[in-house]
């Protein structure tokens, strides 16, 4: 018997997110920060971080701003996302705490990696937190430099991190 799990990526289908999608974002972003991110940042940080996804138009401000891409699942649920604006500021990565490990996040970063490419954006730019630094770095991205970034109430330790894009 395969003990390993197999890799689901090859169920995910992948689409732009729109502003009809913001109630499953969101509920996204919240669960992912307080559950995985929470190994990395305390409860109350976690929490305040989270409590960034709730502020009165955040969200329809970022969809009018960015170009987000979302990965679903057979049954049509949002299993990740990444947004990145056009000047290559990578905005968000998250993937759903019960979808970790399974290929979706690179998946993602690969297409918004061929976005920016298409869109003649040669560097990514990014604000990537304690836990994501390991992910990123294996793809290529270096830190730039550590940061204290305001989340809601409370300052944050995150990276900022860089990649130049190869031209094709």
């Not at 190994?39 to 305040?48: I, L, N």
């Not at 989270?50 to 170009?67: F, I, P, Q, V, Y």
């Not at 057979?74 to 490990?101: C, P, W």
């Amino acid at each position: 018997m395969n003990m390993h799990a197999p890799n689901k990526t090859t169920d995910i289908t992948f689409r732009p997110a729109t502003v009809t999608d913001i109630p499953e974002l969101k509920e996204l972003f919240c669960s992912t920060v307080l559950t995985v991110n929470v190994r990395d940042y305390t409860a109350e940080e976690a929490a305040d971080w989270a409590s960034c996804g709730n502020r009165l138009g955040h969200w329809e401000k970022l969809m009018a701003t960015l170009h987000f891409i979302a990965a679903c699942d057979a049954e049509g649920h949002i299993v990740g996302f990444t947004s990145i604006r056009n000047d290559g500021y990578l905005h968000s990565m998250f993937v759903h705490k019960d979808h970790q490990g399974e290929g979706i996040a690179t998946a993602l970063l690969q297409r918004i990696e061929a976005y920016a490419m298409e869109h003649g954006i040669c560097d990514i730019t990014s604000e990537v937190s304690i836990t994501a630094r390991p992910f990123f770095e294996r793809r290529g991205y270096v830190v730039e430099q550590e940061q204290r970034a305001q989340a809601n109430r409370l300052k944050l330790t995150n990276y900022i991190m860089k990649k130049q894009l190869k031209k094709i």
